[in-house]
C-alpha cells in the first residue's frame, strides 16, 4: 500500500473516533506546543541575563622583562662589562600598578621604582617614588634636577601636580616640595611649563619642555630649566633621526658643554645599542655600548 493511502486511512480513523476524544487529543497538543514554546523562551532569557551579569575579563599583571649585556669605560682606558637583569610588572584596569626591579650579576633584585594608583572620574591619581612632573631630555647634564622621593600625583587633562613627601615612613604630613605642570599643544608641538617650590629652601625652579617638532627625516624636541635662587639658566636640544637619538646641551655660563647621542638597532629579537658623550670642556669621551634581550 502507498504512503498516501495510508495516511488517509489514518485521517479517517481518525475522524471516526468518538468527539470528546478528538477534542482532548487537540487540546493536548495544543499544551505541549505551549510547554516546548516556554522552555525556549525562558532558556533564551536565561543566556541573556547571564550574558549580562557575567562579570569582565580580569585582565592579569603583564610582567616584562630584558637581559643586557652593558659595556663601559673602566679605569687606564680599559673597557669592561656587566650583566644586568630588568623586570617590570604592570597591572592596569580600574587600578594601576607598576613595578621596576633590576638586579646585576652577582647581587640580589632590587626595586628601583613603584606607582600605585588608579582614576576616579576622570581624576588620575598615583602614588610611588617616580612621580614627578618636571621635563626632562636625554643627557641631562646642564637641567636643574629638583629631587622628589615617594609623592602623591594627581592628574586631570593636560595638568599635573605632585605632592613630595619628605619621609612618607616617619610622617605623612612633612611636604619636601610641589611641582606642578601643564602641557598644551602649540602648531602642532606638545609645550609644557612646569615649576618645583621647595617647602624647606622656598627656591623655585621654573622649567619648559617642546616635543613633536617634525622635520620629515627628524624631529626636534628640548627642555630647559631656570633656577630662580642659584640664577642659573640650563637647556638640552635632542634631535631624532632613523634610529640616532642626539643631544647636545650647555648652561648660561657655558652654552656648549656636551654633545651625546645613541644609536639603536633590533636584529632577531636582540637590541643592539650604541652611545657615546663628549664634554667639550673636559674633552672627556665616554663610549658605551650594550645588547639586550626582552621577553
Given amino acids: 500500500m502507498k504512503l498516501s493511502a495510508i495516511n488517509n486511512v ?4 481518525a475522524s471516526n473516533l468518538p468527539f470528546t476524544l478528538r477534542t482532548h487529543i487537540e487540546k493536548e497538543k495544543y499544551n505541549m506546543r505551549n510547554v516546548f514554546i516556554t522552555t525556549v523562551a525562558a532558556l533564551a ?7 549580562e551579569d ?8 603583564v610582567i616584562s622583562g630584558e637581559v643586557s649585556l652593558d659595556f663601559a669605560e673602566t679605569t687606564n682606558n ?20 607598576d613595578l621596576d626591579m633590576s638586579a646585576t650579576d652577582g647581587s640580589s633584585l632590587t626595586l628601583d621604582n613603584w606607582t600605585v594608583g588608579t582614576t576616579v572620574n576622570g581624576l588620575s591619581l598615583a602614588f610611588g617614588d617616580d612621580n614627578g612632573v618636571m621635563p626632562g631630555a636625554e643627557g641631562e647634564q646642564t637641567l636643574a634636577a629638583p629631587a622628589m622621593a615617594e609623592s602623591l600625583q594627581v592628574s586631570t587633562g593636560a595638568v599635573s601636580v605632585a605632592v613630595g613627601l619628605t619621609d612618607w615612613t616617619a610622617d605623612i604630613t612633612d611636604i619636601s616640595n610641589v611641582q ?13 611649563a612646569a615649576a618645583d617650590y621647595n617647602l624647606d629652601s622656598e627656591n623655585t625652579v621654573l622649567g619648559a619642555g617642546v616635543g613633536g617638532l617634525d622635520l620629515g627625516l627628524a624631529s626636534l624636541g628640548g627642555a630647559m630649566t631656570y633656577d630662580v635662587d642659584a640664577e642659573t639658566f640650563g637647556y638640552e636640544t635632542v634631535a631624532t633621526a632613523m634610529g640616532i637619538t642626539a643631544y647636545l646641551n650647555g648652561d648660561d655660563t657655558d652654552m656648549l658643554q656636551n654633545i651625546g647621542g645613541e644609536y639603536e638597532v633590533d636584529v632577531n629579537g636582540a637590541t643592539f645599542t650604541a652611545g657615546a658623550n663628549y664634554n667639550i670642556d673636559t674633552e672627556d669621551f665616554a663610549p658605551t655600548a650594550s645588547i639586550g634581550f626582552a621577553f
Fill in 10 to 13: 489514518v485521517k479517517g480513523q
Fill in 45 to 51: 532569557m536565561t543566556t541573556a541575563a547571564f550574558a
Fill in 54 to 61: 557575567a562579570p569582565a575579563p580580569v585582565t592579569g599583571p
Fill in 78 to 97: 680599559k673597557y669592561g662589562g656587566t650583566m644586568g637583569l630588568d623586570l617590570g610588572v604592570d597591572v592596569s584596569g580600574m587600578a594601576t600598578v
Fill in 180 to 192: 606642578g605642570a601643564y602641557t598644551l599643544g602649540v602648531a602642532g608641538l606638545d609645550v609644557t
